[in-house]
């Protein structure tokens, strides 16, 4: 059985974004809005969040949610040498 980890806000706010891209769990709605994730704490995985959405269009309870790396902060990987 293959297990999908998610990862956590913390680790998506190291890689520079700081929005979610929530996106309703009924394939024939397609409806999505990027939001602040601010208000959820860092050890919060994005897959926790996904059951709580419901949709402002067609009701439909649980979601996609992705990282919005739109307007990211870029990160540059440190080199020692």
């Known amino acids: 059985m ?4 998610t990862i956590t ?12 891209h929530v996106f309703c769990g009924d394939y024939k709605c397609s409806h999505s809005v990027v939001m602040d994730a ?20 067609c009701g439909h309870r649980g979601a996609d949610v992705r990282p919005d790396h739109q307007g990211a902060e870029p990160r540059l990987a440190s080199v020692d040498g």
């Open 9 to 20: 806000l913390g680790q998506m706010r190291q890689s520079g974004a700081r929005r979610l």
């Open 2 to 5: 293959l297990l999908e980890q």
């Open 38 to 57: 601010d208000c959820w704490p860092e050890s919060l995985r994005l897959s926790d969040l996904e059951t709580l959405f419901v949709c402002s269009v």
